[in-house]
């Protein structure tokens, strides 16, 4: 208890008899039986810590050993996660079990509903104007819902793989349409790639992936489809990212930024990149301009123009 609560986890008195919740404890408070665990009017993040801290995921940090003393070839070696399982964590959770893929996809849910709520909250400017969005990757359309319901005028489209978006209930607000974004987008006023961490914004595209899941020429792919749909800056044309940019803040910030690298370096081939790399990126793919946000803690909103 002591070393949770010099980690902020719990309060306690002087004596150190009794302790109490803190806002980081909060969220990992388990709602009752309600279907949607909401604490303090934020989503419960229980979902997301018991999929992170699932035997599938530690098995990747018990493997690092090996890993390190693998000679793999040049210039790709695989991740940590793919040494141990064979596979990429696609290929992975879509082998996972019935009770062990809705766990994941639950933490994903609540993981992301919460963070989208400080964005709509934060950064409603981004939003201004944009009449249509496609969330790229979007899974059952938590985000594209909560972004319709904030700016009505929106329509929204979500894009994820058929056995994403397949067996999602249609529900008037948000329209599904199964594809890879590495083949192809549907044309909208805005783009958001969030769920690898980038929004893209067009006019209505918004991609829901974490580019920094992707290695650079991944990211390339990605980004260059995106510019496809995305009409001028002149036409309100944007891709909006949400995503780390390694030194944009100092401090805690700084130090949860690192340790999130690090996270990613252990599941795929991607990293967190800083303002350097993020601009590289955008110049290859032709983008004339791009906007740092600085209001989501350690990750920002990188508005990028066509």
Known sequence: MRLLVHSGIFASDDAGTTYRLTPVSFFLVDGAAAAVPVVDGHLSQVPHVLASTSRHCLDTVAGLAGWFREDFPAP????????????????????????DAALFQEGLRVYD???FAVVLRECRDVFDGVESLTDCGGGDGTAARAIAEAFPHVKCTVLDLARVVGDVPADGVVEYVAGDMFDFIP???A???????????CKGLLVDVRLHHWSDEDCIKILAQCKKV?????????????DIVVGSDSGPMLKSQLLMDVAVMLVTK???????????????VGFRD???VKKLGPRCVIEVYP
């Open 76 to 99: 790709s070696p695989p991740s940590p996660f793919e040494h141990v399982h064979g596979v990429t964590p696609l290929e992975s959770t879509a082998r996972l079990g019935p009770e």
């Open 113 to 115: 509903a919460s963070g």
């Open 187 to 189: 044309p909208s006023q």
């Open 191 to 201: 783009v958001m790639l969030k769920r690898i961490a980038l929004l893209v914004y």
């Open 230 to 242: 995305v009409p001028l800056q002149e036409e309100r044309g944007k891709v909006i990212i949400i």
């Open 270 to 284: 991607g990293r967190q990149r800083d303002e350097n790399d993020w601009r590289d990126l955008f110049m290859k």
């Open 290 to 292: 791009y906007k740092i």
